[in-house]
């Protein structure tokens, strides 16, 4: 028996291209041809921010710490790198609160500082250390950029950097919150102090080189470089930019409390 097919056709009109909402290009499929962008994002609701969220992404990076933060920072579909960056720098905070609190209360022997000066060195050591951050990453993209044969944007090496630190960071802090704080050992924000290389000394001093060669190697990977020239290229770049960032911190600081004893607000 023939059923007659009353006219219906076996073709179905293809669905409209959607339109990417990053760069406007229409697209089909998961990810746009030209941007990158996830074209599945809005539907994925809240499966789509459990995988983005910050646990997730961190026992990401956690799981393969050079591998997963390349590959992060080169998948053009993932752009959530500075709010992974911003909780991870609240992370850092929350752990090291005790440390700044023991630091805020504690008196130098023998040094006649007021509490303003003293708070006033606080401030400036840490913005010294931020304004050192942002150097290091300037001088170490120009460098890096200059010398590989992986060209990158500075958008992305931004990516990189949110990626990397925003990994390092609570890891830092926990060591210091455990050593100091629990164990009462030397920590890494103390090793430019040591006199005595103790054990705990030690062992700070070779996590702090981890850390080291963690950044070395993600440079490493993402530049596409051989590895005694990261080596390289890093080196100078952190030292370079210490030098740079605290004679503009020294300056920086002469003039501020300077002008600040000149009116009264701090102490000598």
């Not at 056709?9 to 293809?14: L, Q």
């Not at 393969?64 to 080169?74: D, F, M």
């Not at 304004?131 to 890096?144: D, N, S």
């Not at 470089?225 to 952190?238: F, G």
Request: aromatic letters at 14%; proline letters at 4%; glycine letters at 8%.
């Amino acid at each position: 028996m023939i059923l007659p097919m009353h006219g219906t056709t076996a073709f179905v009109e293809p669905r409209a291209a959607a339109t990417c909402t990053d760069c406007g290009t229409a697209a089909a499929g998961n990810f746009c041809s030209t941007c990158g962008a996830d074209l599945c994002a809005g539907s994925l609701g809240l499966f789509g921010f459990a995988r983005r969220s910050f646990p997730a992404v961190y026992l990401q990076l956690l799981s393969a710490p050079i591998r997963a933060t390349v590959a992060l920072a080169e998948d053009r579909s993932y752009r959530t790198h500075l709010s992974f960056l911003l909780t991870s720098i609240a992370v850092f905070c929350l752990l090291m609160l005790p440390t700044l609190f023991e630091a805020s209360g504690a008196a130098a022997p023998g040094a006649h500082v007021s509490e303003s000066m003293q708070n006033l060195m606080r401030v400036l050591s840490q913005a010294g250390a931020y304004i050192g951050t942002a150097i290091t990453f300037l001088i170490a993209f120009g460098l890096f950029r200059y010398f590989a044969r992986e060209p990158r944007t500075l958008p992305a090496y931004f990516k990189l950097y949110c990626l990397a630190f925003g990994f390092v960071m609570p890891i830092y802090a926990a060591y210091e919150f455990v050593a100091r704080h629990i164990l009462g050992v030397t920590g890494m924000s103390s090793l430019g102090t040591v006199v005595q290389w103790t054990p705990s000394a030690l062992l700070a001093g070779a996590f702090a080189l981890v850390l080291w060669a963690y950044f070395i190697a993600i440079h490493q990977r993402f530049w596409r470089l051989p590895l005694w020239k990261a080596i390289v290229l890093y080196v100078v770049s952190a030292t370079s930019s210490y030098q740079l960032s605290f004679w503009l911190m020294y300056g920086i600081g002469h003039v501020t409390a300077k002008a600040l004893l000149a009116h009264g607000f701090v102490q000598t």
